[in-house]
Each structure stands twice: as structure tokens, then as C-alpha cells.
Antibody, heavy 114, light 109 residues
Framework: EVQLVESGGGLVQPGGSLRLSCAAS????????MSWVRQASGKGLEWVSI???????YYADSVKGRFTISRDNSKNTLFLQMNSLRAEDTAVYYC????????WGQGALVTVSS | EIVLTQSPGTLSLSPGERATLSCRAS???????LAWYQQKPGQAPRLLIY???SRATGIPARFSGGGSGTDFTLTISRLEPEDSAVYYC??????????FGPGTKVDVK
């Protein structure tokens, strides 16, 4: 079964850092388009970042310079390193595979608050 | 920068009725790069339609997509109660990559 499972969410103070993980099973992340999408409570979906099959990376303007997407093929896992976090980064973060996005993980809640 | 708008914001219909959801882009989008997702409360989104009109694996035939250029539609031919959800369109070719529309909430009761 193809599955994505996020972990690493939690409560962090403004200015702090957090690293999200997205473990894949049933397929390999290597060579795949892999993305992060977030959703603030009661709001719509916001694309955050993508890593292409050639490992080129792209970011939404709202996170550029603060977030870094990467993957570890040996662990079959996608990561999102989030630095200089702000209150407006509070959201459920989903990882997703392919382009368009299918499948999706179940999401990890990130709360940025003092 | 491509901006997607969706209408209506909310749609309240009865089971068996037909729902037509609209997605309009601020500039032309390649039909091969337009998708629709369904999101139910507390769940991750699910891909319904890709390439503007192709159903994803396991999606019932009552869901269909169409359109081209700047105007796209998602049609649910005969609504069922489990179709209550928020539906998002997405363009996935031009910058900013992966832009979503604001969503249309469909309430079936």
C-alpha cells in the first residue's frame, strides 16, 4: 500500500526551528516529485515547497529563505526544515507525492506560539 | 503569477442533484496542468481530477471535469451525502507552483 506518514510537528516559539519528516512506504521517494502543503485552521490549502526528480527545489515566497526541503533516499523520507518560524506558519503540514499531488500524508500540526 | 478563483463559495444541494463548481484562472492554464481535490473535515485532501478531465484512480464516474484556458468546471452528476466536502482546484505548471483556489464548500443534505 502506498502511504506517507508525517512526524515532527509540535509547539515551537516564534523564531524557533522545527524539522518535519515524511516517511514513504509502498514506493520510493527517490526520483519522485515530492511536496509540502500547509493549511491553517479553517483556511484553504497553501503550497509550500517542492523537490523535483532532479533534486531541484522551489519554495513559496512566504517561506523562501526560511524553509528547506530535502530527502534521504536511504531512509525513503522527505524532510522540511523550518527556521525563523512565525505565528503565521501555524498550520497542518501535509506531504504529498507526484504532481498533481497524490497520495497525501495525514498531516502534522505545527503551532508557533509563545 | 496565476491566481485561481472558485465559485460559488458554498453550494447547498439535495442528494441526487447535480453540482457544478467553477474555477477561473487569472491567465491561461494548460489543461494538462489543472487538478481538482476533495477534502472532508479532519482528512487530507484527495485527488479527484487531473489534466482537467481525467479521473484519478478509484474516483466514481459521477465526478467529471472539463474546461480549458481560464475556465474550468467540476461536475458531480448525482450528489450523494458523502460528497459533502470542500473542493479545491489547483494549477501545477506555472509559477507559483502548485497554486490552489480558495475552495468551494458543498453541503449535501
Amino acid at each position: 500500500e502506498v502511504q506517507l506518514v508525517e512526524s515532527g510537528g509540535g509547539l515551537v516559539q516564534p523564531g524557533g526551528s522545527l524539522r518535519l519528516s515524511c516517511a514513504a512506504s509502498g514506493f520510493t521517494v527517490s526520483g519522485k516529485y515530492m511536496s509540502w502543503v500547509r493549511q491553517a485552521s479553517g483556511k484553504g490549502l497553501e503550497w509550500v515547497s517542492i523537490i523535483y526528480s532532479d533534486d531541484s527545489t522551489y519554495y513559496a515566497d512566504s517561506v523562501k529563505g526560511r524553509f528547506t526541503i530535502s530527502r534521504d533516499n536511504s531512509k525513503n523520507t522527505l524532510f522540511l526544515q523550518m527556521n525563523s518560524l512565525r505565528a503565521e506558519d501555524t498550520a497542518v503540514y501535509y506531504c504529498a507525492s507526484n504532481f498533481p499531488f497524490d497520495p497525501w500524508g495525514q498531516g502534522a500540526l505545527v503551532t508557533v506560539s509563545s | 503569477e496565476i491566481v485561481l478563483t472558485q465559485s460559488p463559495g458554498t453550494l447547498s444541494l439535495s442528494p441526487g442533484e447535480r453540482a457544478t463548481l467553477s474555477c477561473r484562472a487569472s491567465q491561461s492554464v494548460s489543461s494538462s496542468n489543472l487538478a481538482w481535490y476533495q477534502q472532508k473535515p479532519g482528512q487530507a485532501p484527495r485527488l479527484l481530477i487531473y489534466g482537467a478531465s481525467s479521473r484519478a484512480t478509484g474516483i466514481p464516474a459521477r465526478f467529471s471535469g472539463g474546461g480549458s484556458g481560464t475556465d474550468f468546471t467540476l461536475t458531480i452528476s448525482r450528489l450523494e451525502p458523502e460528497d459533502s466536502a470542500v473542493y479545491y482546484c489547483q494549477q501545477y505548471g506555472a509559477s507559483p507552483l502548485g497554486t490552489f483556489g480558495p475552495g468551494t464548500k458543498v453541503d449535501v443534505k
